[in-house]
């Protein structure tokens, strides 16, 4: 089975700073990799998604996130954070049977004007 | 492509009684999750359908079910309903070779 931590609860950030979301898995196996974004009052919606290939992979909205197989981390990144970017963001993970998804318990961005 | 909907929207039901929520996958996509989100356990995995037959499940009492028809829409039940059962319940469907989910507005129900 898979799991998938995310370091921090909250995250605080002001306007135009960049920030990091941290994201560690666990698994046995080889597994693909997203993160997903939610609004208030909506459903998750996909940022991006680590398949194979390139380590760097970029998303909607300027995201991009670093795949680290050796530190097992997938950690989402923004060099330049805009207040429509205060969400929740959850990391998840899947085999490559894709038999089921694992979430992380989120984390809150807060953007600060 | 339309992408899932999920029908009703909001919800309020009261304790004991039952609840059927309706899910329809993004057009040719044959899987169907469904997760319960709350504030206090977050996203918390009910189960998964796939061409009709339950694939996964999670660790949910027997009063929560589901099924998945012919046309891969899907229902989720849950029946004597509790205070706790609150939350917004969430409908992903999948398809592809690469197994993403994508998810629905979701439904808010609210037991009184």
């Known amino acids: 089975a898979q799991s998938v931590t995310q370091l921090d609860s909250q995250v605080p950030v002001f306007e135009e700073a960049p920030v990091e979301l941290r994201c560690n898995y666990s698994?046995?196996?080889?597994?693909?990799l997203f993160w997903y974004v939610q609004y208030p009052n909506q459903g998750l919606q996909l940022l991006l998604k680590?398949?194979?290939?390139?380590?760097l992979v970029k998303g909607i909205n300027g995201f991009e996130a670093e795949f680290n197989k050796s530190q097992t981390s997938f950690h989402l990144r923004k060099p330049s954070v805009h207040i429509s970017d205060t969400a929740e963001y959850f990391c998840?993970?899947?085999?490559?049977?894709?038999?089921?998804?694992?979430f992380g318990t989120g984390t809150s961005l807060t953007v600060i004007p | 492509k339309a992408g899932v909907t999920q029908t009703p929207r909001y919800l309020i039901k009261t304790r004991g009684q039952q609840v059927t929520l309706s899910c329809s996958p993004i057009?040719?996509?044959?899987?169907v999750s469904w997760y319960q989100q709350t504030p206090g356990q977050g996203l918390q995995f009910l189960f998964e359908?796939?061409?009709?037959?339950?694939?996964n499940k999670g660790n949910f009492p027997g009063r929560f079910s589901g099924r998945q028809f012919s046309n891969s829409r899907s229902e989720m039940n849950v029946s004597t309903l509790e205070l706790g059962d609150s939350a917004l319940y969430l409908c992903?469907?999948?398809?592809?070779?690469?197994?993403?989910?994508?998810f629905g507005p979701g439904t808010r129900l609210t037991v009184t």
């Open positions: 992903a469907s999948r398809g592809g070779e690469h197994y993403e989910q994508y």
């Open positions: 698994s046995s196996v080889s597994v693909y």
């Open positions: 680590y398949l194979s290939g390139s380590t």
């Open positions: 998840a993970v899947s085999s490559y049977t894709g038999n089921q998804f694992y």
């Open positions: 057009s040719g996509h044959r899987s």
């Open positions: 359908y796939f061409s009709e037959t339950q694939r």
